[in-house]
């Protein structure tokens, strides 16, 4: 398995600019999350989806968008940069309720996006 | 709304200690409580991961208690050593079971 995949490792945008990045995983996981994390400040819930079709905003979700059309994937889209959104973002994913409270999380490797 | 707290933010201390680091959360309400750790520039690594039903977890030279009632989680490192030096975060996952929320971290160094 490659366990949770993002693409790209690295970005620089413009302000005003779109984008979108991308998560897989391959393990059938339910559960799916997107962070951002800004030195100082841990890591802070974008958007997350519980299945297929599924989406919630989490802490920060403002000018970002996600969709879960299938259960391996789930991106997420910078409709205008801004530099306030200059951070490492990392997708996570899950199996979900079946797990119970053994419910473990796993990360990919990150993105880190600059925007100028 | 839960929130999750570390301290201290940073740690440093001698080869050989022991050591505790500390993990707080403001609604007992939980799934479960998972540690990582996070290399300089690097992603997540799952250390340890205690459902709510369980009060503690070992792996190797580390030991993660849970008390709900409190608010509280530790994870304890025995004889520390200098490749333990990272940052350590630990995330609660609420009674929906769906959302996480992090703690900002504790950074360890352990000097040779």
């Known amino acids: 398995n490659a366990g949770v995949t993002q693409t790209p490792k690295f970005q620089v945008l413009k302000t005003g600019q779109s984008m979108t990045l991308q998560c897989a995983q391959d393990m059938n996981h339910e559960y799916m999350s997107w962070y951002r994390q800004d030195p100082g400040m841990g890591l802070r819930l974008i958007h997350y989806s519980v299945g297929a079709g599924i989406t919630d905003q989490g802490e920060v979700p403002n000018g970002y968008n996600v969709s879960r059309s299938t259960t391996e994937d789930f991106p997420l889209r910078l409709l205008s940069a801004a530099p306030s959104q200059t951070s490492v973002y990392f997708c996570a994913s899950s199996p979900g309720r079946l797990a119970g409270d053994s419910n473990e999380q796993f990360f990919g490797p990150g993105t880190r996006l600059t925007v100028l | 709304k839960q929130e999750v707290t570390q301290i201290p933010a940073a740690l440093s201390v001698p080869e050989g200690e022991n050591l505790v680091l500390n993990c707080s959360f403001t609604?007992?309400?939980?799934?479960?409580l998972q540690w990582f750790r996070q290399d300089p520039g690097k992603g997540l690594t799952s250390l340890l991961l205690i459902q709510s039903s369980q009060r503690e977890q070992t792996s190797g030279r580390l030991n993660a208690s849970l008390d709900k009632s409190s608010g509280r989680s530790t994870l304890y490192i025995a004889a520390s050593q200098p490749g333990d030096s990272a940052t350590y975060l630990c995330?609660?996952?609420?009674?929906?079971?769906?959302?996480?929320?992090f703690g900002s971290g504790t950074r360890l160094s352990i000097r040779p």
């Open positions: 609604d007992s309400a939980i799934y479960n």
């Open positions: 995330a609660v996952r609420g009674s929906s079971a769906s959302k996480i929320i």
